[in-house]
């Protein structure tokens, strides 16, 4: 049976063993982040030292399935992200440190030190000659801006006509109560965030692996971007909301490979 498109129901570190070494182009990870939160079992109740010996254990077993050329993005919270940091530049070549700014409102918070309203996301990548396609995920200038460059130098400029590299500050709203792509799930990432991540760094066809799917954003992200996903989910009630939202994607929003390069 086909390890690819789909979603196992068990533990990551188990289910790995699936997937041949080197068939993975892109590693997306969102592992539980060592605070606590109820994902309907225990997985996000280790201490300290017992977090970062898990997070090691899974690294190890992930990244002999990436490419030679394959990359890993992975959300961390700013209270581990310099350990787990350090592990993964022993293993690979750190590219960004990307701050996900949530848009938390001004709401409260607390009165002892400053309030946290972001996510901490690493990329890295195994070797020099990484995939990385930015014309994809170029962000297009505005009128006035193009306008303001009007000079004989800027005509033709492909930077102008295409867009600017998005910089490592990234500005998306949390997925609220109300917002149209949430589900049922404590943690959900936008689908801006993962779909950017996906079209700049696995080629159209590719395979993107999330050990963590939760609520199966980077399954749907992958359908919607023409690329082939695999990835594993400890929660049956997860699983059955990843199954859900991959069957009522419209056929007519799922990009094509030709679609997705040209951004």
């Avoid at 799917?213 to 699983?239: D, H, I, K, W």
Wanted: charged share 25%; proline share 6%; aromatic share 10%.
């Amino acid at each position: 049976m086909s390890w690819r498109d789909r979603v196992f129901c068990e533990d990551a570190l188990e289910g790995l063993a699936r997937i041949p070494d080197g068939e993975i182009d892109l590693l997306i990870a969102d592992p539980p982040y060592g605070l606590g939160k109820d994902y309907g079992n225990d997985s996000d109740k280790l201490d300290n030292d017992a977090y970062l010996a898990w997070t090691e254990q899974w690294i190890d077993a992930a990244l002999p399935k990436l490419k030679p050329n394959g990359s890993l993005y992975i959300f961390l919270t700013w209270r581990y992200s310099p350990e787990i940091f350090v592990m993964l530049k022993r293993r690979m070549t750190m590219l960004n440190e990307i701050v996900w700014d949530r848009r938390v409102p001004s709401m409260g918070g607390s009165t002892r030190k400053y309030s946290s309203v972001h996510d901490t996301i690493g990329f890295f990548a195994r070797a020099k000659d990484y995939y990385f396609d930015l014309d994809a995920i170029r962000i297009p200038y505005d009128a006035q801006t193009k306008k303001a460059r009007s000079r004989s130098i800027f005509v033709g400029a492909k930077w102008l006509e295409m867009g600017y590299n998005p910089k490592d500050v990234w500005s998306v709203s949390r997925l609220h109560r109300e917002h149209k792509e949430r589900a049922d799930h404590p943690t959900q990432k936008p689908l801006e965030i993962v779909e950017r991540m996906i079209k700049a760094s696995c080629p159209a066809g590719g395979v993107v692996l999330d050990p963590f799917m939760g609520s199966g954003t980077t399954a749907v992200a992958a359908r919607r971007c023409g690329r082939q996903f695999v990835g594993f989910e400890l929660n049956p009630a997860y699983c059955a909301l990843i199954e859900q939202r991959v069957a009522d994607l419209d056929p007519i929003s799922t990009q094509t490979s030709d679609e997705q390069v040209t951004g």
